[in-house]
């Protein structure tokens, strides 16, 4: 990968690393990423701008995300490669949905139920 935004990186690194020593799980909402990196960088960074970042780095990988009921809000989860190996399935908050991704079956968001349900009904 480029070394372009190597410190920009390497501040979300950091970021992965204080917080993991604290919860010991190593998968961070993007909020508290957020959060983290306006309490101890001098610019701070918008959400976009920072989900584009762990997205398109591959030490970075998107574990969970969950939508509010009734609304486009969503929360996403993220990972980095050598802290968070572990599998992560958090139980969304009361009022959330878990969204599943494209290559994860996890049988208990709509879409997986109604796609069981066709496999099913299609036998």
């Known amino acids: 990968m480029a070394k372009k935004y190597k410190r920009i990186v390497g501040q979300i690194e950091r970021c992965f690393i204080t917080l993991s020593e604290e919860d010991k799980m190593g998968v961070l909402a993007l909020t508290e990423i957020k959060d983290w990196i306006d309490n101890n960088t001098r610019g701070g960074m918008t959400k976009m701008r920072l989900a584009n970042f762990l997205n398109k780095r591959p030490q970075f990988k998107l574990v969970r995300r969950i939508r ?3 609304s486009t809000e969503t929360e996403s989860f993220w990972g980095m490669s050598g802290i968070s190996d572990k599998e992560y399935r958090p139980e969304p908050m009361s009022g959330w949905v878990v969204e599943c991704l494209a290559d994860d079956r996890c049988n208990r968001c709509i879409r997986c ?9 299609n036998q």
Do not use: F, V
């Not at 139920?113 to 009904?121: A, D, E, Q, V």
């Open 113 to 121: 139920l109604n796609r069981n349900n066709s496999i099913t009904s």
């Open 68 to 70: 509010k009921r009734g």
